[in-house]
Each structure stands twice: as C-alpha cells, then as structure tokens.
C-alpha cells in the first residue's frame, strides 16, 4: 500500500510538473496509444494448515495486476483496444506422508474492447475520464509436480471466456505522453479445472499507467 501511495503521489507530481510545460491542443484521432498499467486486483489469499496427513501452504500472489494496452483512436472520443496481461499468478505446496506436491500458475487476460470518452473531449483537453469495456479470452497456465516414490511432472492449460468493465481518468501531458488511472471488474465463465485453487478470477481491479500516443 506504501508503495502504491507513493506511485500516486509521484504520478500527480509529474501530471503537474508536465502540464505547466506543455499547453498545445490535443488530437487522439486516427493516432496510437501504447500504455503500461500495473496495480492490485481484489482476489489476494496467503494460507497455512496442517492435518494428519501433512502441511498446506497456499500463496496465491493475486494482489499484484499488470498489463499492456494498445489504443487506436477511431474518433476524438472512440478508440478501439487490445491488452493482454497477468491477472493472477499463485503457487501452492502440500507435504504429506506420501510424498510433496507443488503446482504454480497464472490467468493472463486477452481482451479486444473499446474506450468512449465522455463527454466528448475538446482538442486542449488534457483531463479526459473514460468508460471501458472488453471481452476474449481468459488464458490460464499451471505446472505442477509431485515427489513420492517417482517424479511426476504436469502441465496443462485452460481458457474461458470473459470480459472486463471499466472506467478510468487519462492525465495527459502534451500531445504524447500521459498517466492513467482505472478501475474495473473482471467477469469469466468457469475454467473446467481449477487454475492455482480457483475455477474463475471474478472481481475488481485498480491500477495506474502510463502511455506513450504516437
């Protein structure tokens, strides 16, 4: 949480900084956007237990969201957009008496959507909130291996269908670069075998960004 305030506080700084800089009017039409994001999704688990057949130990690093967005400006106020990412990335361990089992995974997102712009922004406008909204596929990967009387290595790989909704603030400084700010929910129908303990990743998001127009 540290961290994150001081990303916030540092990105208002730079907004600032760079909006006394740079003053010229703004066109997104018919130009590119390639934007990083990087924050926090709602689905976060550390667990331990211990039975009589052995430990459990959980962490599924699911707090952490990041992803690459590519924006293409079809109006002033429209653009078409294609992101992939990591959503979820965990790992679980058990110790019994018959031997030790480690599986890892994580969900990446690819999603083809749109960004509407509301309301429509005018050509200096530099503060421009937007509502999101994409769908595609849900891509989950998990390795697992077992140790008892032999080695056992698996892997294998799930895909569900899904969508996020969204909304979000672009900070722009100048005709080229600016800081995001987003939230949102991710929504997918249920992989058909548990990726790092969980059959689907429903739930909220926020993150911030930054992106180049070009």
């Known amino acids: 949480m540290k961290i994150l305030s001081g990303a916030i506080m540092i990105l208002s700084l730079t907004f600032c900084a760079g909006s006394a800089v740079f003053a010229q009017d703004l066109v997104l039409k018919n130009r590119s956007v390639l934007e990083f994001n990087f924050g926090m999704w709602g689905g976060s688990k ?5 039975g009589v057949t052995g430990i459990q130990t959980t962490a599924n690093t699911t707090s952490f969201v990041g992803n690459f967005v590519y924006a293409y ?3 002033e106020e429209l653009a078409v957009t294609l992101s992939a990412g990591i959503l979820a990335a965990g790992a679980s361990s058990n110790i019994g008496i018959f031997g030790t089992n480690q599986e890892a995974g994580t969900v990446v997102p690819v999603l083809l959507g749109i960004r509407y712009y509301v309301p429509a922004p005018e050509p200096d406008a530099h503060v421009r909130p937007f509502l999101s909204l994409g769908a595609g ?3 989950g990967f998990e390795a697992s291996s077992s140790i008892g009387t032999t080695l056992v290595q698996e892997s ?5 269908f899904g969508g996020r909704i ?3 603030v672009d900070f722009y400084m100048g005709s080229y670069f600016k800081i995001v700010v987003n939230v949102g929910y991710n929504l997918m129908t249920d992989f058909s075998n548990p990726v790092t303990g969980r059959m689907n990743y429903n739930g909220g998001d ?6 180049i127009a070009f």
């Open 156 to 160: 294998h790989t799930e895909t569900a």
């Open 166 to 168: 969204g909304a979000g």
């Open 73 to 75: 400006g079809l109006r």
């Open 46 to 50: 550390v667990s331990n237990s211990v």
């Open 137 to 139: 596929s849900f891509l």
């Open 206 to 211: 926020f993150s911030l960004g930054a992106g």
